[in-house]
């Protein structure tokens, strides 16, 4: 059975509400407040941006989304139900691959398959056909440090999407390709979405790369954390450098 096939469905509302993460400080008696009554809802299917400077909390919130950790009050909801730790329907994509070097490409993709018991023949079915998705069918029996970068962000987004998310976070996923590769895997992720129809969540520092790839660009700023702007692109005829220049000046405050 293709799961791929069966994804025309969109991918989960994500609902943010009142969203406070704070972390113990050694040596201080108050903690620091990362984020702070942070209201955020994305639609589903919709593929937004998060941006803001370094610290502001981008990856904090993603990892909070992922369930990785936990509020310290507020709530996140995806579809109908409060994130309580992680789960089969959202995925992380990091900056590093962070692929198995013991294992093969195809094996990279099978693993998530694995942890979620599908049965071996199915696994490695699945696992060819995310890796077709992503051009990179004639790479599967090579080890992941046989490949690129750029091919192991490609296995890497294979990975992700090989239990067939209902959420896809990435954070800063190509800021460690060049330009020409980084091109590439943006269209590529493009194209993902499309296919896939699962709602994207992307950290990155360039607006450029937001502007290209999202429906809307978050930008985050301020000491707490909190949502400072939202900017929607409306399809033609939009001024894409005037809304650079707002995200950027947006972002010099
Ligand atoms: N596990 C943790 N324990 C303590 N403090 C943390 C923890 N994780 C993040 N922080 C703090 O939260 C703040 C936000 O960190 P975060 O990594 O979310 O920022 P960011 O926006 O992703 O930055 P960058 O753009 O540099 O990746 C920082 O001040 C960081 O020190
Ligand atoms: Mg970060």
């Known amino acids: 059975m293709s799961q791929l096939s069966a994804t025309s469905e969109l991918g989960q509302h994500v609902s943010v509400r009142g969203l406070v993460k704070s972390f113990p400080v050694r040596g201080r008696a108050d903690d620091n407040v990362v984020l702070d009554q942070l209201d955020l809802e994305i639609e589903a299917g919709e593929f ?83 890796l077709d998705v992503v051009g990179l069918s004639h790479a599967a029996d090579r080890y992941a440090g046989e490949l ?36 590439g895997l943006q269209a590529l992720l493009a194209d993902l979405h499309r296919r896939f129809r ?17 429906d809307r660009i978050v930008v985050l700023g301020g000491q707490p954390g909190r949502v400072v702007a939202e900017v929607e692109r409306t399809g033609d005829g939009e001024d894409a450098g005037e809304m650079r220049e707002q995200i950027v000046s947006l972002l010099g405050d």
Request: a neutral charge; one cysteine or more.
């Open 48 to 130: 937004v941006s998060l941006i803001g400077r370094s610290g502001c909390g981008k990856s904090t919130l993603l990892e909070l989304i992922a369930g990785l950790q936990l509020p310290t009050t507020g709530e996140i909801v995806v579809g109908e139900q409060p994130v309580r730790g992680p789960g089969a329907d959202r995925t992380l994509v990091f900056q590093q691959y962070a692929l198995f070097p013991w294992r093969t490409a195809l094996q990279n993709v099978m693993f998530p398959l694995e942890m979620a018991g599908v049965g071996r023949a199915e696994r490695r079915q699945l696992a060819l056909e995310r």
């Open 148 to 183: 690129s970068g750029g091919m192991q962000q490609r296995v890497g987004l294979a990975r992700a999407l090989a239990c067939d998310p209902q959420i896809l976070l990435l954070d800063e996923p190509f800021s460690g390709a060049d330009a020409i590769t980084r091109e």
């Open 198 to 214: 699962c709602t994207v969540v992307l950290v990155t520092h360039s607006v450029d790369e937001a502007l290209r790839l999202s």
